[in-house]
């Protein structure tokens, strides 16, 4: 009933940008803090960004602050993220989330997941 899927990503070179999006069907976006993961090669799920729904606070993780930029649009339901100045490390599939919690649990305050999509920065 509740489904969350991400369009957006491909292969990009490095330096170039893409923009993220999610659309959400079942759940209204605005009950809801909004994240971003990742999952590169190898590596485990790393939490990228995130927005409060209280206040609308944005953290972002070291790799990516600066560059990336969390959003969303309440009246097409739909959350977003801007990813410039990609580079090598930044390939991974991408999945956004969703939590009532706020952002301070991470991963374990998630509570809807998209099924994910790859992002590839290759020369």
């Known amino acids: 009933q509740v489904q969350l899927v991400e369009s957006g990503g491909g292969l990009v070179h490095p330096g170039g940008s893409l923009k993220l999006s999610c659309v959400a069907s079942?759940?209204?976006?605005?009950?809801?803090?909004v994240a971003w993961f990742r999952q590169a090669p190898d590596k485990g799920r790393e939490a990228v960004s995130c927005?409060?729904?209280?206040?609308?606070?944005?953290y972002y993780a070291g790799s990516v602050k600066d560059r990336f930029t969390i959003s969303k649009d309440i009246a097409q339901n739909t959350m977003y993220l801007q990813m410039n100045v990609l580079n090598f490390e930044d390939t991974a599939v991408y999945y956004c989330?969703?939590?009532?919690?706020?952002?301070?649990?991470?991963?374990?305050?998630?509570?809807?997941w998209g099924e994910g999509i790859p992002v590839t920065v290759s020369a």
């Open positions: 927005m409060k729904n209280d206040d609308g606070t944005t």
């Open positions: 989330a969703l939590g009532k919690q706020g952002c301070a649990r991470g991963y374990f305050g998630m509570e809807y």
């Open positions: 079942g759940v209204r976006l605005d009950a809801y803090s």
